[in-house]
């Protein structure tokens, strides 16, 4: 899903809540819920992710706008981190130290502009409390065990991202489980957010959402039996209902126009 998509729901407000709690006690959460639901994108949010990392990739010569990032940065003190599926446990240290000292420069060059600089520090990645990790189940034992021992050392707060099921797995690593304070369920869409979402919808393609029209009422119905509040498939199912009214010339979204858009995708759930 891209930032434009993003609404602030509410399993994302109790995302944000549950982050702020695992990185204020120094401890470890798991996050776990379907997959194109919206927990990437909570996690990147929570973390400015959609503001720092094009800067924290692209390091360079710095502009007075990247400056809004420094801040950004500050405020979450976190890293986002994404494995690959078959990067090394060797490499992943690598990129979350590499990811975590520039995160801690743009900390520490906001906290000068601010004139609350705390001067020459030994830990170059000191001001980092809390690392996410996502696709957390593509880490094999040998990741999970340098994780649990970063944490241990640093004193850095820990998120592990995945589908469901992952908080049991986890349960087979004692080391690393028994230091695991949270456990969070990230939910689909229910009704009411749902509707919240689809009026969005709806307005971005030239319509008005009257849940109250017998004709819209059966169009969210049909949205609703499709994606099961499924945020990725709403996304990619309205990418082909525009579609479908731009070559019919159509311009009211009706079930028939959710079912024709539906049936040109792949939808692993019915």
């Known amino acids: 899903m891209t930032t434009q998509s993003f609404i602030a729901t509410k399993e994302h ?14 401890t470890i959460g ?22 720092a990392q094009k800067l924290l990739e692209e390091w360079g010569p710095r502009e007075e706008s990247d400056h809004q990032v420094y801040a950004a940065l500050s405020r979450s003190r976190t890293v986002f981190y994404t494995p690959a599926v078959l990067t090394t446990p060797k490499q992943i240290h690598a990129d979350i130290e590499h990811t975590s000292t520039r995160v801690s420069i743009c900390v520490d ?9 705390t001067g020459p520090h030994t830990r170059v990645n000191k001001y980092v409390e809390l690392l996410i990790i996502d696709e957390s189940e593509r880490l094999n ?4 065990e340098l994780l649990r021992d970063r944490y241990d050392r640093d004193n850095v707060a820990l998120i592990l991202i995945g ?5 049991k797995w986890f349960s087979r690593y ?13 939910r689909p869409l229910e009704q009411e957010e749902l509707h919240f979402v689809l009026q969005r919808r709806w307005h971005k393609l030239g319509q008005a959402l009257d849940p109250g029209d017998f004709t819209d009422a ?11 509040g499924n945020f990725r498939l709403i996304d ?8 479908v009214m731009k070559i019919n010339e159509l311009n009211t979204i009706t079930d028939d126009v959710i079912e024709a858009a539906r049936s040109t995708l792949v939808i692993g759930i019915t």
């Open 30 to 51: 798991i996050c776990y819920g379907q997959a194109g639901i919206g927990k990437t994108l909570s996690a990147r949010r929570y973390a400015n992710w959609h503001k």
């Open 218 to 228: 059966q169009a969210i119905a049909a949205v609703a039996r499709i994606t099961r």
């Open 236 to 243: 990619r199912l309205f990418i082909q209902v525009e579609r």
């Open 174 to 186: 004692p080391q690393l489980y028994s230091r695991v304070g949270f456990a969070h369920e990230y």
């Open 109 to 117: 060059q906001h906290l000068s502009d601010i004139g609350k600089g």
């Open 163 to 167: 589908m469901p099921g992952i908080e």
């Open 141 to 144: 034992a040998t990741a999970l």
């Open 13 to 26: 407000r109790r995302f944000v809540e549950f982050a702020d709690a695992v990185r204020r006690q120094h």
